[in-house]
């Protein structure tokens, strides 16, 4: 089976000014996608830990363009996944071990779910997300 990954060009741009650790997270990301899907990237495990990878839907209720952002969300089919990498140290392998016991980082890939087979990216950025990649990043 083959795999379509796309990025985009505000992604190619920003991969280039990251430093040798983060541009090796990136890397990771890319070439888990290209061997194996969706499917692949959804369900990498560290230490007994999985990776959080998840819809960009998932926004919390308090925050006053929920359902701006929801749709938005969905309407792009956008999803992110813990890059892991900090600007600061942290426990396991530039990732946390969060209350839901999964990893997660201070940045994410946010990407297009566009099929099982085939994701664009679009940026990274730092998490916790508060805005949601523009259509201009997109492209």
Not at 14 to 20: A, L, P
Not at 69 to 91: I, M, N, S
């Amino acid at each position: 089976m083959s795999y379509i990954l796309e990025a985009s060009e505000h992604f190619k741009s920003k991969f280039k000014n990251f430093d040798k650790e983060p541009k090796s997270k990136l890397t990771f990301f890319i070439k888990t996608f290209q061997e194996g899907g969706f499917n692949s990237i959804d369900n990498v495990i560290i230490d007994g830990y999985k990776i959080r990878n998840k819809s960009s839907d998932d926004v919390p209720t308090d925050d006053p363009n929920w359902l701006e952002k929801v749709k938005y969300a969905q309407e792009h089919k956008l999803w992110h996944y813990h890059a892991g990498f900090y600007d600061l140290d942290c426990e396991l392998k530039g990732y946390d071990i969060s209350k839901a016991g999964d990893l997660t980082s201070q940045w994410v890939i946010h990407y297009q779910k566009l099929s099982e087979n085939n994701i664009n990216i679009v940026d990274v950025t730092p998490h916790p997300i508060t805005e949601l990649p523009s259509e201009d990043k997109l492209v």
